[in-house]
């Protein structure tokens, strides 16, 4: 069964400062994707990143990066200069390049980002 | 351009009953898809509809259904609510069948009462 997971329900920092949230998943498979969605109060998912299984670089947009660790099936999120609209909760989630195309979801980090 | 749009916003049903939860999918894109997301959770996927047909089925019981029509908006209905039901029901949309580059509503928050 594929599965992600997000250890950590809860994060807070300080406002300008880097916070990296974890995030592990689990398939078979080597053809996919892998993504983070920020969600914030108003509900609606926004892509903050995503990362193709076969490239190897590490996918980069603006103060977001990511850390993919494809044989240890790790992909984690760095936020750098922190910032009061970053408050939100965020997913990791992948999907496979099958006919499915179903997106998969770990169950969410809440992030505070504090003045 | 208008992204993508769920109605109604929120809705309250009693168990028992049915609804239709709708999404219009952005200008072009040909794909929808319906997520389930309960409180404190992240979301499951229910349908995928590609060019009116159906993709892809979550594991959700046949109270669930969904249609794609032939302006590529959709529909979810689901029967005999349950409590369980209760939820955060959002559609996304993408260009093609894959989902590498999805888009989301807001929305449709139902509470089963």
């Known amino acids: 069964a594929q599965t992600v997971t997000q250890s950590q329900p809860e994060m807070s920092v300080q406002e300008a400062e880097t916070v990296t949230l974890s995030c592990t998943y689990d398939?078979?498979?080597?053809?996919?994707?892998l993504f983070w969605y920020k969600q914030p109060p108003s509900r609606q998912m926004i892509l903050v990143i995503r990362?193709?299984?076969?490239k190897q670089q590490n996918a980069t947009e603006n103060r977001f990066s990511v850390n993919f660790q494809k044989a240890a099936k790790s992909f984690s999120l760095k936020i750098s200069d922190s910032q009061l609209g970053d408050t939100a909760m965020y997913f990791c989630?992948?999907?496979?390049?099958?006919?499915?195309?179903?997106?998969?979801w770990g169950a969410g980090t809440k992030l505070i980002i504090k003045p | 351009d208008a992204g993508v749009t769920q109605s109604p916003t929120h809705l309250i049903k009693t168990r028992g009953q049915h609804v239709t939860l709708r999404c219009s999918p952005i200008s072009g894109h040909k794909s929808v898809s319906w997520y389930q997301q309960v409180l404190g959770q992240g979301p499951q996927f229910i349908f995928q509809?590609?060019?009116?047909?159906?993709?892809g089925r979550g594991n959700f019981p046949d109270r669930f259904s969904a249609r794609q029509f032939p302006n590529y908006s959709s529909e979810l209905n689901v029967n005999a609510l349950l409590l369980g039901d209760s939820a955060l029901y959002l559609c996304?949309?993408?260009?093609?069948?894959?989902?590498?580059?999805?888009?989301f509503g807001q929305g449709t928050r139902l509470t089963v009462v």
């Open positions: 996304a949309s993408s260009l093609l069948a894959g989902n590498t580059e999805a888009f």
């Open positions: 989630a992948f999907t496979l390049m099958d006919s499915n195309y179903q997106l998969i």
């Open positions: 398939t078979s498979e080597s053809n996919y994707y």
């Open positions: 990362q193709e299984a076969y």
């Open positions: 509809y590609y060019e009116k047909e159906e993709r």
